[in-house]
């Protein structure tokens, strides 16, 4: 999918982020934005472990305190894809653990991204073209 993406210039984006203390300068390096065009940052999480999600939004809430982001969008699934993927017997790669609306929302109800606005897209059942 982030394919897509870069095909129209997006780019996968690392900040470097400099802090400076009583003259000694801290560098400190962003987590990796999957895609990253015009101040909004894209994330597409498919199939990792759910900590992932919070490695995303804690990324989003800090780049937009530092005014480098404007919004962070998360690219996911519905768990009620789970049907189809064990239909076309990938079942077994997908699961509860993995990346899926049902545990991104308690992170974002929780403020997980800080004040950093976020666009959520969720695939759902009706998205799939067999």
Known sequence: ???EFYKSDWTEKQFKINISVDDV???TPSHKVDCYKNRVGVEIEWN???PFF???LSNFRMLHDLNALSVGVIV???EELQEIFNSLGKGASYGKSTTHFGKLK???DG????GCPLLV???KRSCFVG
């Not at 403020?111 to 800080?114: E, K, T």
């Open 1 to 3: 999918m982030d394919g």
């Open 25 to 27: 300068d801290y560098h």
């Open 48 to 50: 990792n472990k759910d």
């Open 54 to 56: 919070d490695r995303d």
């Open 76 to 78: 996911t699934r519905t």
């Open 106 to 108: 308690p992170r974002i």
């Open 111 to 114: 403020r997980g991204g800080g």
């Open 121 to 123: 897209f969720a695939m």
